[in-house]
């Protein structure tokens, strides 16, 4: 029988194929593509966010991590679905005349000049 053990942060870094940070405030989103011991590829999406505890010389710094792992056979619902709820929450504050920052005016504008057309990727 084959022994399972835990991979080591090192070792978990080799498996990684590509990688893609974006940096939002106190979070960090990892965008990293993976392969199975089957050699297929899969998203790995890692939330980040940083914590800090105490003040002064007691202060302590820890990262908080959220994992989702997205495989192939998802990838279309899942972009489907991302992208409904993306225009529902744009529409959502177009509608109710919500105060959004200019920069995320800009990126509505944008996400708005978009169909889902434009996000479908075939698989």
């Known amino acids: 029988m084959e022994e399972y053990r835990k991979k080591t942060a090192d070792e978990m ?3 990684v194929i590509f990688s893609h940070a974006i940096k939002a405030g106190k979070r960090i989103y990892y965008m ?3 392969k ?3 050699d297929e590829m899969y998203l790995s999406i890692t ?3 940083k914590i800090v505890s105490g003040e002064g010389d007691g202060q302590q710094v820890s990262f908080e991590k959220h994992k989702i792992f997205l495989y192939r056979e998802d990838f279309s619902n899942f972009i489907d679905g991302l992208t ?5 929450i ?3 504050e177009k509608d109710s005349g919500a105060d959004v920052p200019a920069a995320e005016a800009l990126a509505q504008e944008e996400t708005e000049a ?3 057309e434009d996000f ?3 698989f």
């Open 84 to 88: 409904k709820t993306i225009k529902f």
């Open 90 to 92: 744009h529409e959502a």
């Open 47 to 49: 939330e980040s966010k």
């Open 114 to 116: 978009k169909t889902s």
């Open 36 to 38: 199975t011991r089957k």
């Open 120 to 122: 479908k990727i075939e």
């Open 32 to 34: 990293d593509v993976r």
């Open 13 to 15: 870094e080799k498996d």
